[in-house]
């Protein structure tokens, strides 16, 4: 599983937005990990404790690595689980989640990339579900979401007792159309903020918006 762009755009912004909303947050949850991206990004800047969970062994064994590797490795629990099968006494102040993005669209011939990109294994409705069952009553929840499906995402996201808070939309340069939306949800009202963003201002310089985002993360910055 590669690292790419709109991933760590999205890790960023949900460690400033889990920051801005709940600075003192004592326990937050990764649903589907991958290589672990996200629960370091966020572990670099939110002093607390990290639960991520990965169903594919092969991902969650490489995040294991990853996690064992960096400094915040005692701050970390990784089990090897279905998000849909997780059984906790914890109720989480932040929940992050970069979901499979297709559905019903052509499908790797690779299980694993499958799992991970197609809603096959995990659609919206029982991701928001689990995210719902998971999330202190005051707490705030990213998704990252392709454009495409945002009407499709936010029925069900409305569906599921939860607020749109916040969205932000992802385009490559100003002259590119939009293709993610950055959600954050909430189970309380609490705003109704919608933002754009480019990640280029021109097809070779980044833009201001994200450097500033980025700056902790990319070393070129």
Known sequence: MKVCTDACLFGAWSANKFLSYRPNAKNILDIGTGTGLLTLMLAQKIDANFFAVEMDQPSSSQAL???????????????????????SEIKFE?????P?????DLASPHQNKNAA??????????????????LEVHGVASVLVPFAREAHFEARVLQS???LSEKMQVRQTPQHPFFR????????????VKSAMEIKSTANDY???????????????
Not at 70 to 85: A, E
Not at 94 to 98: A, D, T, V
Not at 100 to 104: G, M
Not at 181 to 192: E, G, H, I, V
């Open 94 to 98: 932040c929940i992050i989640c970069n």
């Open 117 to 134: 990109m197609h809603s096959s294994e995990l659609n919206f409705s029982q991701l928001l579900n689990a995210m719902h069952k998971h």
């Open 100 to 104: 499979p993005f297709y559905e019903n």
């Open 161 to 163: 007792g939860f607020y």
């Open 65 to 87: 690595q990853n996690f064992k590797a960096s400094p915040w490795r005692d701050k970390i629990l990784l089990q090897t689980i279905n998000i849909l099968n997780l059984e």
């Open 207 to 221: 833009s201001i918006e994200f450097r500033a985002l980025l700056k902790n993360y990319y070393l070129a910055f």
């Open 181 to 192: 939306s950055m959600y954050l949800l909430s189970l309380t009202r609490l705003k109704d």
